[in-house]
């Protein structure tokens, strides 16, 4: 579970980004005790793409999409990351003893990621650092303003020098370095980075047990890309307040694309009033927005169509009816070539 942290924080960071922004994200992570995994992992992400991965076994940076990287640029970055892993170590084993961690896995977590926004405007760059799951490290830097806010709750010396050098440090070379990748990755993924698919939205209905009576509505949208959507649930066309709502986190599914729900428990005496509810959905690949009607009212005590008469009528209609006529038509010919040779004719007209 430690080890998904700096994940959620990246999900994170990515639901709270804007609409039509972009961000590059390197999530790293250095462990302390003895596992099957490396000691230090890297991914670089694009947007939820992961772009190129790198690990202290291997040492090299290893690509993830289909595109190339000189063996200049991968010595840049095998430096930068070997960097980093030692500055990791470092630190993991002061928290460690810090915390007077015993033996066992221990895990430090960082999460580093620059935007760009709709109008190709560089935007924040944000700094977390976490150990055992527990955030103690945040650096927020606005290159427009050329600040940098910190929030520190671990025992680590951050005096001036020491946050004048990570301001340049930042305005000089992590936040153009960061912007410049981006925009080249963009470019040359634009096919996969920048598709759009549009939601399948359902409205689901779950009675509640016999005891508290009423019901659940879920309003579901899955299958889209990319990961900002609006969905609410409506009831009589009208919206309903968000502290009714139980809403799950933003979740990515097998394919790449995302899903989201909404719930709203609908009490006994509300299912007698007889309202009608609307899932509604707007998607950026949506020219207007998606509406699902819950077209039946929810207490119609009023008896069902009967499944099985639906489905002798719909037999009745395509296929008995027809063979039936087919038959009669065969013998009424049959009995009009035994009387008359010169009736086929007539009777072929008439079938």
Not at 140 to 158: C, E, G, V
Not at 161 to 167: A, D, F, L
Not at 188 to 203: E, G, I, S
């Amino acid at each position: 579970m430690k080890r998904l942290h700096v994940l959620v924080n990246l999900l994170t960071f990515l639901s709270s980004a804007r609409t039509g922004s972009h961000s590059l994200c390197s999530v790293a992570t250095f462990i302390i005790g003895e596992t099957p995994f490396p000691e230090f992992t890297l991914l670089i992400m694009l947007d939820d793409i992961t772009v190129s991965s790198y690990d202290s076994d291997t040492q090299k940076t290893v690509m993830r999409v289909n595109k190339t990287i000189n063996d200049e640029e991968q010595d840049f970055f095998n430096s930068i990351f070997v960097k980093l892993h030692e500055h990791m170590r470092e630190r993991a084993h002061l928290l460690k003893q810090h915390f007077n961690c015993s033996k066992g896995v221990h895990v430090e977590q960082r999460l580093e990621c620059c935007e760009l926004l709709s109008n190709n405007v560089q935007g924040q760059m944000k700094m977390t650092d976490s150990f055992n799951g527990l955030s103690g490290f945040v650096m927020d830097y606005n290159i427009h303003q050329n600040s940098l806010h910190t929030d520190i709750k671990w025992p680590i010396s951050f005096d001036t020098s020491q946050y004048e050098y990570q301001k340049a440090l930042y305005l000089h070379f992590l936040q153009p370095l960061c912007t410049r990748t981006l925009q080249t990755l963009l470019k040359d993924l634009r096919n996969y980075a920048l598709r759009k698919v549009k939601p399948r939205v359902r409205l689901m209905k779950q009675e509640l047990d016999s005891h508290s009576g009423g019901a659940r509505l879920t309003c579901l949208a899955t299958g889209f890309y990319p990961r900002h959507i609006n969905m609410t649930l409506l009831k009589d066309g009208q919206g309903m307040p968000e502290h009714l709502f139980t809403v799950d986190d933003l979740l990515p599914n097998a394919d790449g694309t995302y899903q989201m729900r909404k719930t709203v428990e609908i009490s006994e005496e509300e299912l007698q009033q007889k309202h009608n509810y609307t899932c509604t959905a707007t998607h950026l690949n949506q020219d207007n927005k998606m509406d699902v009607y819950w077209e039946m009212l929810l207490t119609d005590d009023r008896p069902g169509p009967n499944i099985t008469v639906i489905i002798t009528s719909i037999l009745f209609v395509c296929v008995i009816a027809p063979t039936a006529a087919f038959l009669l038509c065969k013998r009424r010919g049959a009995v009009s070539q035994a009387s008359s040779q010169t009736d086929y004719s007539a009777a072929s007209s008439e079938c």
